[in-house]
């Protein structure tokens, strides 16, 4: 075995030894801070194996360990990775999948320890890794760029990253609710963004509603609840708290939101876009109408900001 340094970017480490390790706060790993900790590694024919437990500590996660099956799972959300010695395949759960992913080197135990392939990091989390002079840095998932439009970038431009990285990345925080059924053909999503705000938002979709907030460098589910089937209006129902199966209380309330809406429904295509005001005031700053794929009507402007807002994150 060789002497490593494991660099994360990060804020700060929680160092514990237990049967149970407790991983520091979600925080970006953005920051750039490099945090060294020196530990036992293995090379197996060029992939390097870490202790499970000094990844957890890394990136926020928690580790168990069964010894009947010789198995250390790492927790992070409500998703579990197991490992078990000798196998190099991984087991992982997230919300709405499970099964195997290749590990390209078998787990190992020595020294009271579970060593794991680092290279998972990347492939099941998506971050970045970089291995210089024995020095593994785990970098974000986001790029530089991406960083910074997150951070400070203008509004419009940060929503519309938002809406499109944090559907396909998405994490979940609670456990599923009830599922409802699908009511009618087409679809109908609304985003809810407190005005002035980029990094969190509510999606209403099908009588259910989600709550998104970027915690450090991913986007995670926090809040979740449905709305009674058959309701004409769910942006309204939701404000007046006409909701079932929340999973606590509703994390932003008494706020104005810029909306942006999209509807399908047979060829028919129909986007909006404005303001829901807290009282349930609606004001509409553009719509645009399109059928069997041409602009039938377009009014007002579809930008991703109400006229005027300024970008203030919560």
């Known amino acids: ?29 953005a920051t750039r801070k490099r945090v060294e900790l020196s530990a036992e590694t293995i090379n197996d024919h060029g992939r390097l194996l870490v202790p499970i437990r000094v990844i957890a500590e890394t990136i926020g996660a928690t580790v168990t360990w069964n010894p009947k099956s010789r198995t250390a799972a790492i927790h992070k959300w409500t998703e ?21 992913f290749a590990l390209h080197a078998t787990v190992r135990v020595a020294n009271n320890q579970v060593y794991v392939p680092v290279r998972f990091l990347s492939d099941f989390y998506g971050y970045q890794l970089t291995t210089k002079d024995g020095r593994v840095t785990i970098n974000s998932p986001f790029s ?5 439009l997150l951070s400070t970038g203008e ?5 519309k990253y938002v809406m499109g990285k944090a559907l396909r990345n998405e994490h ?20 809810l963004f407190p005005v002035g705000e980029a990094n969190r938002f509510y999606l209403l979709s099908e009588y259910t509603v989600w709550f998104y907030e970027r915690q450090g460098d991913f986007f995670v589910v926090t809040w979740e609840a449905n709305i009674p089937v058959g309701t004409d209006d769910m942006q309204h129902s939701f404000l007046n708290g006409e909701i079932t199966d929340a999973t606590g209380p509703k994390p932003v309330q008494g706020k104005d939101f810029f ?43 579809l930008d991703l900001k109400l006229p005027g807002e300024k970008r203030k994150e919560a």
């Open 155 to 159: 509004l419009a431009s940060a929503r």
């Open 259 to 301: 909306y942006y809406r999209i509807g399908e429904a047979m060829t028919t295509t129909i986007i909006t876009a404005g303001k829901l005001a807290n009282d349930g005031t609606v004001t509409e700053t553009g719509m645009k109408r399109v059928v069997d794929g041409e602009k039938a009507i377009e009014t007002g402007t």
């Open 80 to 100: 579990t990775v197991k490992f078990t010695e000798g196998k190099d395949k991984a087991y992982f759960a997230k919300r709405y999948e499970s099964g195997l």
């Open 1 to 29: 075995m060789k002497k490593f340094v494991l660099a994360a970017a990060a804020a700060s480490l929680l160092l514990v030894s237990a049967t149970a390790y407790a991983g520091a706060p979600d925080q970006s790993i």
């Open 144 to 148: 530089q760029y991406e960083q910074q």
């Open 172 to 191: 979940f925080a609670n456990k599923p609710i009830p599922s409802l059924p699908k009511q009618w053909e087409g679809y109908s999503t609304t985003y």
